[in-house]
């Protein structure tokens, strides 16, 4: 079973569209990451929450942990067709010890298209 | 900042031969890198955690025999697939984070695409 289950798997939006992207743990999240990804490509980051009810914004995505840390939304607002890309959240599912070594969990991605 | 530089960034080997892959942070040191295998249209599955200077540690059912791992400085990670067969085909991609700063994303390689054929 997935540990980090992403929703909606895909999504298709008009451009200038609002859209919100799930991310959800059975577990406590210690740091929650969310990334983009072209096809084919690397991932690139676009930002880290850690604290419960932490949001951060950059430009017109926005991203929330709740107050449990267990489920976090990235929120696009005004889409355009550059937001287009494979959306993955990762994860921290353990504290920061010495036998922690940081690795993270990923959900299975979201596949946004954005339409002109 | 963080640069994580992989290569090659495609790769096309014959059934039976052996591919291996650099990953190298190019502007800080990295004690730790991560391995990641990623199939068409699913998520990224770790396969492996590279410590420089000692043995990787694997997830569980990766064979460690057949997907070698060197990280013999704080700059280079290799991977190696050995004596590879079609099912190994597969996007790989590397991540690092920062030496010493836990609380810090991790930084990804563009990957590298591995066809055998």
């Known amino acids: 079973s997935q540990e980090l289950e992403q929703s909606p798997q895909s999504l298709i939006v008009q451009e200038g569209k609002n859209l919100t992207i799930n991310c959800t743990s059975s577990k406590t999240l210690y740091g929650l990451y969310w990334y983009k990804q072209k096809y084919g490509e690397g991932l690139i980051f676009l930002m880290m929450?850690?604290?419960?009810?932490e949001e951060k914004s950059h430009e017109k995505i926005t991203a929330k942990l709740d107050e449990k840390k267990q489920q976090s939304s990235l929120h696009i607002t005004a889409s355009q067709p550059s937001h287009a890309g494979i959306y993955l959240c990762?994860?921290?599912?353990?504290?920061?010890?010495?036998?922690?070594?940081?690795?993270?969990?990923f959900g299975q991605g979201t596949t946004l298209q954005v339409k002109p | 900042g963080a640069v994580v530089s992989q290569h090659p960034s495609w790769v096309i080997c014959k059934s039976g031969t052996s591919v291996k892959i650099e990953c190298r942070s190019l502007d800080f040191q990295a004690t730790t890198m991560f391995w990641y295998r990623q199939f068409p249209k699913q998520s990224l599955m770790l396969m492996a955690t590279?410590?420089?200077?000692?043995?990787?540690?694997?997830e569980q059912g990766v064979e460690k025999d057949k997907f070698l791992i060197n990280h013999a400085s704080l700059t280079l990670s290799t991977l190696t697939v050995t004596s590879a067969h079609p099912e190994d085909s597969s996007f790989y991609i590397c991540s690092a984070r920062t030496t010493g700063t836990y609380n810090s994303p991790l930084h990804f390689g563009n990957g590298t695409r591995l066809t055998v054929t």
């Open positions: 590279s410590n420089e200077g000692s043995k990787a540690t694997y």
């Open positions: 929450l850690q604290k419960g009810g």
């Open positions: 990762g994860a921290d599912i353990a504290p920061r010890s010495s036998s922690n070594t940081g690795k993270l969990i």
